[in-house]
């Protein structure tokens, strides 16, 4: 594991549709990818997100497919297994809490420090934890209950 490849916060007032999404996959992920671990795009890229409308749409499909990334499919109303739904969110709010901000900036820039003063460990964590539950969600045909 070595650590986050893209930080990428959504402007105020942004619509986040397939347009988007595919914008943000073609102009920042993949050259992130390509910059800071460019043998993922030989040896092969397991790729995962849940189910929103701008995920979903062909336009991103075919991006994807065109990458030969393998997609790796999220089961339907499962809050329980949403990526964003694990381990660091909270150990980067513990950086966060008890601050106050003036400003949209303020939050950000704070929240790009809790991100890079997250620990290695708190990754392999998150990304083991996440691993159980989706393995548990198979396990349990497709219904997991926590």
């Known amino acids: 594991m070595n650590g986050v490849i893209l930080r990428w916060p959504i ?8 347009q988007y999404y595919k914008k943000v996959l073609q102009d920042k992920l993949r050259p992130a ?8 795009l030989e040896s092969g890229i397991l790729f995962r997100h849940d189910n929103a409308p701008g995920h979903t749409a062909r336009a991103v499909i075919d991006v994807l497919a065109g990458y030969k990334w393998e997609l790796l499919e999220h089961p339907r109303y499962s809050p329980a297994l949403a990526p ?6 909270p150990k980067m709010k513990e950086h966060l809490r008890g601050q106050r901000f003036e400003t949209g900036e ?3 820039r704070a ?4 991100i890079k003063n997250l620990d290695k460990c708190s990754y ?3 990304f083991k934890e996440w691993l159980q539950r989706i ?4 396990n349990n045909g497709g219904c997991y209950v926590e």
Request: aromatic share 6%; with cysteine; net charge positive.
């Open 135 to 138: 393995e548990k969600n198979a």
């Open 11 to 18: 402007p105020i007032g942004t619509t986040i549709n397939a």
């Open 124 to 126: 392999v964590t998150a």
């Open 106 to 108: 303020d939050i950000i």
């Open 84 to 89: 964003c739904d694990f381990h660091l969110y």
């Open 33 to 40: 990818i390509r910059k800071k671990r460019p043998s993922l």
């Open 111 to 114: 929240t790009k420090v809790a």
